[in-house]
T-cell receptor, first 119, second 112 residues
Framework: EAGVTQFPSHSVIEKGQTVTLRCDPI?????LYWYRRVMGKEIKFLLH????????ESGMPNNRFLAERTGGTYSTLKVQPAELEDSGVYFC?????????????????FGAGSRLTVL | DQQVKQNSPSLSVQEGRISILNCDYT??????FLWYKKYPAEGPTFLIS?????DKNEDGRFTVFLNKSAKHLSLHIVPSQPGDSAVYFC???????????FGTGTRLKVLA
């Protein structure tokens, strides 16, 4: 079974430019999440899709960030225009179900992340 | 305000000895806790979890202990191996939600 795939692995752009990150979740996983880790800090929740619908986007920093999941398969996260503070590693994760089930928490499987550097 | 705290940014342990990684939380509503391990250039991978109705969960060399009154959990690795060298993240989930609340991570280095 293929894991969660993210592209690109590293992107270096200048302030004011646009970047689009892509995530391919594990096949059959309806739940897709974006998280971000800024240098040395905690991994923070950005948003959650259930299929193609945004379940929760409360963690999105501001309206320069736009996430989509057309068709309920892969997802993209666009940053436009990028600012210096957007630098960090953006992780995508997926799960079959959400929250805590009878057999325990529905564990998230993470991708390797996309490192974004804004100069 | 950080709800999950890992106050030790790094830890070094000799191979074969016990590694103890600590995590404190502030929200008494959290009812599930997880530990993830992360190698460089890879995503976090699930290691072990514990429900708030338990105080211990064991899986091979890894044991997680939960002290609800102290709002503290710890991960014990015995015996530690060089391949355990990684960053370990503690995470919590509140009931009715699905968001993981992560700590800042502890970098473990196991010395051969």
């Amino acid at each position: 079974e293929a894991g969660v795939t993210q592209f690109p692995s590293h992107s270096v752009i200048e302030k004011g430019q646009t970047v689009t990150l892509r995530c391919d979740p594990i096949s059959g996983h309806d739940n897709l999440y974006w998280y971000r880790r800024v240098m040395g800090k905690e991994i923070k929740f950005l948003l959650h899709f259930v299929k193609e619908s945004k379940q929760d986007e409360s963690g999105m920093p501001n309206n320069r960030f736009l996430a989509e999941r057309t068709g309920g398969t892969y997802s993209t996260l666009k940053v436009q225009p990028a600012e210096l503070e957007d630098s960090g590693v953006y992780f995508c994760a997926s799960s079959q179900r959400q929250g805590i089930g009878i057999s325990g928490a529905n564990v998230l499987t993470f991708g390797a992340g996309s490192r974004l550097t804004v100069l | 305000d950080q709800q999950v705290k890992q106050n030790s940014p790094s830890l070094s342990v000799q191979e074969g000895r016990i590694s103890i990684l600590n995590c404190d939380y502030t929200n008494s509503m959290f009812d599930y806790f997880l530990w993830y391990k992360k190698y460089p250039a890879e995503g976090p991978t699930f290691l072990i979890s514990i429900s708030s109705i338990k105080d211990k969960n064991e899986d091979g060399r890894f044991t997680v202990f939960l002290n609800k009154s102290a709002k503290h959990l710890s991960l014990h690795i015995v015996p530690s191996q060089p391949g355990d060298s990684a960053v370990y993240f503690c995470a919590a989930i509140a009931p009715g939600t699905y968001k993981y609340i992560f700590g800042t991570g502890t970098r473990l280095k196991v010395l051969a």
